[in-house]
């Protein structure tokens, strides 16, 4: 824990150092007359609900079939991000992985979901530029490399699947070669040529510190996996909790199937069930404080993040939605250190930026809220809360060198 709030402070002192440097080159004036009748709009709740994976995240291995259709991982993606940047339909992309990686016999489902984290559901904001069809980072190593350029999505979708390969079978592709760090890794990096076979071997190696980045991505595939809300979703839901004996899995599963069908009280009783089992199933607190929100039971659902983020302080999304709940109850400061909690896991949150602007906008720090506004439009392009947000505020700012 006391890792976790060092990096935490570490993050929130360079987001002070970087505010007063921006404030020393430029005289910001506010026309406060304006900005009285100013209104933001925070962002949503972010994270999907989570089913049970009982298998070892440590188990699950980088070969083998799709267990997420197409259709799934097509519609978890437009769920994500109705507007992504890419040179293709996101029905064409999906195809393209899964006949990419299935040709290599590298899970397509779970490789799309590395390219969500990579690119922030094709939202980028870092180095890479949708222009390069690179989505796994390929190439970048921060400070503005972009990395690698693929002329066409299909070769894009490639190169990711064979730099897979690279590190999961000494077996060359079955195709031309279009990753050009496919052979830097067979010779200068034998010691994980061919080596890493499960998701989370990647953890430090293909992302540095990458502590837990397998995990994360792996939870990106579970996800994805979620049930719909039909009768025959609900029947089969109604099967698990009668037959199996995973019941706290089982009650998981129904609740999802509740929610999807907009019946957040019987979604309720589902997950506070789950937890009767298990009073710490993570997957159980998360999606019963969703739910809880959903009813407008906030301060519930505060409640629940507690419970959860003392179980996994490492929950980006719980920080992120606890500080959100603090925020509708005016309670800036713990609003504003739950969304840098959030920040100090995952640097690149557009959304926890915007909702530190609203924080500060509301106590009347303007200059601080000006700031925090500034960043979030800076990483997000097309996200429409962000924008909008950031134009209406822009317009009560004026800038003189």
């Avoid at 709030?5 to 005289?27: E, G, P, R, Y």
């Avoid at 440590?58 to 519609?75: C, E, K, L, R, Y």
């Avoid at 129904?254 to 009767?276: C, I, K, P, T």
């Avoid at 640097?347 to 601080?368: H, M, S």
């Amino acid at each position: 824990m006391k890792k976790f709030l060092s990096l935490a402070l570490i993050v929130t002192f360079i987001l002070s150092l970087t505010a007063c440097a921006d404030a020393a080159k430029s005289k910001i004036k506010f026309n406060k007359r304006q900005l009285k009748k100013l209104e933001l709009v925070t962002a949503p709740s972010q994270g999907s609900p989570m089913i049970v994976l009982r298998e070892n995240y440590s188990d699950v291995p980088i070969f083998g079939a799709p267990v997420a259709t197409q259709a799934q991982m097509v519609n978890f993606i437009k769920k994500r991000n109705p507007n992504p940047k890419l040179n293709c339909t996101v029905e064409q992309l999906v195809h393209l992985y899964y006949v990419e990686g299935e040709r290599e016999g590298i899970r397509p489902d779970i490789a799309l979901c590395q390219a969500i984290k990579e690119t922030g559901v094709w939202g980028y904001g870092g180095d890479v530029i949708p222009e390069q069809n690179n989505y796994c980072g390929l190439g970048t190593t921060g400070g503005g490399v972009k990395g690698e350029f693929f002329a066409t999505p299909q070769l894009g979708a490639r190169a990711h699947i064979q730099h897979l390969l690279s590190y999961t079978s000494k077996r060359p592709p079955k195709v031309e070669i279009v990753d050009p760090r496919y052979e830097l890794i067979k010779k200068f990096r034998p010691q994980i040529f061919g080596k890493l076979t499960k998701w989370t071997d990647l953890n430090g190696v293909w992302a540095v510190p990458g502590k837990h980045y397998g995990e994360d991505i792996l939870n990106l595939w579970l996800q994805a996996q979620l049930p719909d809300g039909s009768d025959a979703s609900l029947e089969a839901a109604d099967l698990k909790v009668f037959l199996e004996d995973d019941k706290a899995a089982a009650y998981v599963y129904r609740g999802l199937v509740n929610m999807e069908r907009e019946d957040f009280y019987a979604a309720e009783a589902d997950f506070q069930a789950a937890l009767d089992v298990e009073s710490e199933l993570k997957e159980a607190l998360f999606d019963l404080a969703l739910t809880q929100e959903k009813l407008s039971h906030f301060d519930d659902a505060i409640k629940t993040y507690d419970k959860l983020l003392t179980i996994d302080e490492k929950f980006p999304a719980a920080w992120y939605n606890r500080g959100r709940l603090k925020l509708a109850k005016d309670d800036f400061k713990g609003a504003i250190s739950d969304f840098k909690s959030s920040l100090a896991i995952e640097t690149i949150n557009a959304e926890a930026y915007n909702d530190i602007a609203i924080a500060y906008f509301k106590q009347k720090k303007y200059e601080d809220a000006w700031q925090f506004m500034q960043r979030a439009a800076e990483q997000s392009s097309t996200n429409p809360i962000v924008q909008e947000n950031y134009e209406k505020f822009a317009a009560c700012v004026k800038v003189k060198k």
